[in-house]
């Protein structure tokens, strides 16, 4: 429990560094502009640091952020999503049009492209490509290509190429989502050639569409990418990109600091602080959108957690303030609900309910009519900035009345352990592979989220909470759409299985020479290399 001393140099250390990341935030905007009005230069290798390489790069099966940014930078779909706007892009296919019902769309493939090992980019390639989970013939065929199952399938009436430049899709039933979901790793093509050569290795031996390809790829460790002299948008500016496996935040750090690396998101949050004081070093930080959810999730088959008066005293118990400041190094924004700002159908409503209020936390438990103290067990990852944030809730909740025990897993552990639903707390986030708020709402479809950190199919809305993610997915007016999703986050809020803890402003760790940083899309975790050039 803090002391009076603690909380008056915690308001002191937060108004400090509120100011301070004000300060760099205006410096930042000053540098930004200027390298916007700034020459791009080509060439140069930029290396990256992620915190871990899967061992393989199939689309299909892909594991880890690192595999993420390899595959985001040699892969390409028909369409691309800027996630600044939510606008869908074009991609292979240079236009695209939609009938009135949203149910058959009909793309037009850009003529003379080539996939990285020169086979050509016809309409037939890719519809292979997009059906290979469904064509068990396929030599490139694996059972349980779970990934693919993200682009609607299910819902394909018919995937046709009607020419050699055409692809017509059509629906059973209508798909607001059905463009951007095309813009995930799993909507990217791969060449007919490598699929044929490669059969069920293809993931070892990539060749899509993207701005770069692959010149090595050692499993579990790294990839080497080149330009790519043949994409439809013209070469890149970088020469090359290395993305390497790091073992850990502190190895990942200490390769940042001796300019082995150039570019990561992954070195430790409490070094931010250092980083943005010490200009000298070669170093700044670039912040992220506010894309990402910061969560606990409750278990709400449990007692007395199926007690919404006890969920909601959880909600109240926990200080935002200091899990963006002392948690995450002032890198985040206090939340409102299931959805960030950026989120079509934002409500900022929610904030009055996200936010801490010990004494109503304290005062729900008595109404509530529990035996104090409530024993919990909070589940998290060991690693990255969650062992702090566990350590913070812990103090919270055990001042109104929990007697919280810490439960420390590797990243293997936790999840399995959430998955299986077997978590009491759990502390998690959610990443948006794609600018729709259907991406971050579907944790709590009692469906396809059965079980997990929540367990929404024990709410008593269930029933009525999917009927709206699936309205939002099926009706087609943004504005519609707002308003469902608006209807979403109240119902999340009143029942309160999820609690949220901030939006993450993630801090981008980059060299001085790096220019151009995507700060939405990386937010996310999808970095896009394409603008990136370095100052020679």
């Known amino acids: 429990m803090r002391s009076r001393v ?3 140099l915690a308001a002191l250390a937060l108004i400090l560094s509120i100011s301070h990341v004000q300060a760099h935030n205006a410096t930042f905007q000053a540098t930004a502009q200027a390298t916007a009005q700034a020459t791009p230069q080509r060439g140069g290798t930029l290396n990256v640091a992620a915190e871990s390489m899967s061992n393989s790069l199939d689309i299909g099966f892909w594991q880890g952020f690192g595999a993420l940014h390899v595959i985001d930078s040699i892969g390409e779909g ?8 939510g606008k869908v892009l074009p991609g292979l296919a240079e236009s695209w049009k939609v009938s009135s019902d949203g149910l058959d769309y009909v793309f037009n493939i850009r003529k003379g492209m080539v996939f990285q090992d020169g086979a050509p980019i016809t309409a037939q390639a890719i519809v292979r490509s997009m059906k290979r989970s469904q064509t068990p013939k396929d ?3 694996i059972d349980g290509m779970y990934m693919y199952g993200n682009q609607g399938i299910d819902n394909w009436q018919s995937l046709d190429a009607v020419d050699d430049n055409t692809v017509e899709l059509k629906l059973k039933k209508p798909n607001a989502t059905q463009l951007l979901v095309f813009t995930r790793p799993d909507g990217y093509i791969i060449s007919p050639k490598a699929m044929d050569t490669y059969g069920k290795d293809v993931g070892l031996h990539m060749a899509m569409a993207g701005p770069y390809k692959i010149e090595r790829f050692v499993p579990g460790q790294e990839a080497v990418l080149d330009a790519n002299p043949d994409y439809w948008a013209g070469k890149p500016y970088l020469d090359k990109i290395i993305i390497r496996a790091y073992p850990d935040e502190a190895s990942i750090l200490a390769a940042l600091q001796a300019g082995e690396v150039d570019l990561t998101l992954y070195a430790p949050f409490d070094s931010v602080p250092r980083i943005q ?86 005062q729900l438990l008595t109404q509530a009519g529990v035996t104090l103290p409530i024993p919990v067990t909070l589940s998290f990852e060991n690693d990255r900035f969650w062992p702090v944030l566990a350590e913070l809730i812990s103090n919270n ?22 998955s299986a639903g077997k978590t009491v707390l759990a502390l998690d986030q959610r990443s948006t592979f794609l600018p729709d708020p259907n991406d971050k709402v579907l944790i709590v479809d009692s469906v396809l989220s059965i079980g997990g950190m929540s367990h929404p199919e ?16 099926t009706t087609l007016d943004p504005a519609a759409r707002a308003g469902i999703y ?45 603008g990136i050039w370095l100052k020679q």
Do not use: C, W
């Open 277 to 362: 004081k010490d200009s000298s070093g070669g170093l700044r930080i670039v912040v992220g959108a506010p894309l990402v959810d910061l969560l606990l999730g409750i278990n709400v088959t449990q007692k007395p957690l199926d007690n919404v008066m006890v969920r909601q005293a959880i909600n109240y118990a926990i200080d935002r303030d200091a899990i963006i400041q002392a948690g995450l190094a002032g890198m985040g924004q206090a939340p409102a609900s299931i959805l960030a700002p950026n989120d079509l159908g934002f409500d900022p409503a929610g904030k009055t309910i996200s936010h801490y209020d010990p004494t109503k936390a304290k």
């Open 486 to 530: 608006k209807q979403i986050q109240a119902m999340v809020l009143d029942q309160m299985n999820i609690v949220y803890l901030a939006y993450l402003t993630p801090p981008i760790f980059v060299r001085d020479r790096v220019q151009n940083v995507d700060t939405q899309g990386t937010a996310a975790g999808r970095v896009d290399f394409r």
């Open 78 to 85: 028909l369409v691309r999503a800027n996630f600044e706007t």
């Open 139 to 141: 030599p490139a065929y």
């Open 397 to 418: 909740l055990n001042a109104v009345g929990f007697k919280v025990t810490l439960d420390r897993l590797d990243q293997g552990s936790f999840a399995g352990k959430e």
């Open 458 to 473: 024990a709410l008593p809305t269930a029933k009525q909470l999917d009927a709206l993610i699936d309205s939002g997915t």
């Open 6 to 8: 603690f909380l008056v």
